[in-house]
C-alpha cells in the first residue's frame, strides 16, 4: 500500500504527558498537511509543510503544538502536556506540487483519548 | 472567512432513491470545491471536484454542479446503494494562495436495501 500511513493509529494518555505522532506522506509528495476532527465536525486545519518548511499554522495549533518535517518526508506533530479537549482524530494528508489544484490524499488518523 | 455548510444528517435513504445532499460556501473569490467521503473504518478520499464556475464533478454515479450564483455545490446520485453508506464531507480551498482545506460538518448517509 503506497497511501498516506499515520502511527499509532489509537493513543490513550493521561493529562498532562506528552504525545508524539507520526505521518509518512506518500513517496514523492512535497506538500503534507496536519487536520483535527471533533467528534460530528468536520476536520479542520493545523499546519501545512512544503518540503521541510512550516508555512501555515493555524490559530488552533497552540503553543502546546508542534510539528516538524526535519528531511522533507515523514512529519511528526507532537502534544505537550495534553488536556481532555485535545482529544480528537489527528488527520495528516499529502499533495504532489504541482500546482494549487492538486488533491490531498488523507490517512487513516490517529484517535487520541485523553484521560 | 472561509466557510461551508452542509445539509444536516443524518439521512437514511432506501436503495436505489434519488439522493441530494445540500453544500453551500462562503469565500472570497474563487475557491475549488470538493466532496470527501469516509467510508466505515476507512480514511477520507477524495470524490469528485470542480475548480472553476461551472464544472461538474463527477465519480461513481456521483455528482456535483459548481454554482457560483447561488455558491452552492450540491452532492446528487440517481440512485444509491447499500455501498454508498458512508460521511460525506464538503469542502473549499481558497484561490488565494492558501492551502487550506475548509470542511463542511459531514452528512453521515445511510442506504437501507
Known amino acids: 500500500d503506497t497511501g498516506v500511513s499515520q502511527n499509532p493509529r489509537h493513543k490513550i494518555t493521561k493529562r498532562g504527558q506528552n504525545v508524539t505522532f507520526r505521518c509518512d506522506p506518500i513517496s514523492e509528495h512535497n506538500r503534507l498537511y496536519w487536520y483535527r476532527q471533533t467528534l460530528g465536525q468536520g476536520p479542520e486545519f493545523l499546519t501545512y509543510f512544503q518540503n521541510e518548511a512550516q508555512l501555515e499554522k493555524s490559530r488552533l495549533l497552540s503553543d502546546r503544538f508542534s510539528a516538524e518535517r526535519p528531511k522533507g518526508s515523514f512529519s511528526t506533530l507532537e502534544i505537550q502536556r495534553t488536556e481532555q479537549g485535545d482529544s480528537a482524530m489527528y488527520l495528516c494528508?499529502?499533495?504532489?506540487?504541482?500546482?494549487?489544484?492538486?488533491?490531498?490524499?488523507f490517512g487513516p488518523g490517529t484517535r487520541l483519548l485523553v484521560l | 472567512g472561509d466557510s461551508v455548510t452542509q445539509m444536516e444528517g443524518p439521512v437514511t435513504l432506501s436503495e436505489e432513491a434519488f439522493l441530494t445532499i445540500n453544500c453551500t460556501y462562503t469565500a472570497t473569490g474563487y475557491p475549488s470545491l470538493f466532496w470527501y467521503v469516509q467510508y466505515p473504518g476507512e480514511g477520507l478520499q477524495l470524490l469528485l471536484k470542480?475548480?472553476?464556475?461551472?464544472d461538474k464533478g463527477s465519480n461513481k454515479g456521483f455528482e456535483a454542479t459548481y454554482r457560483k450564483e447561488t455558491t452552492s455545490f450540491h452532492l446528487e446520485k440517481g440512485s444509491v446503494q447499500v455501498s454508498d453508506s458512508a460521511v460525506y464531507f464538503c469542502a473549499l480551498r481558497s484561490n488565494f494562495g492558501n492551502e487550506k482545506l475548509t470542511f463542511g460538518t459531514g452528512t453521515r448517509l445511510t442506504i437501507i436495501p
Open positions: 494528508a499529502s499533495s504532489p506540487n504541482r500546482g494549487h489544484q492538486e488533491t490531498q490524499y
Open positions: 470542480a475548480t472553476k464556475a461551472d
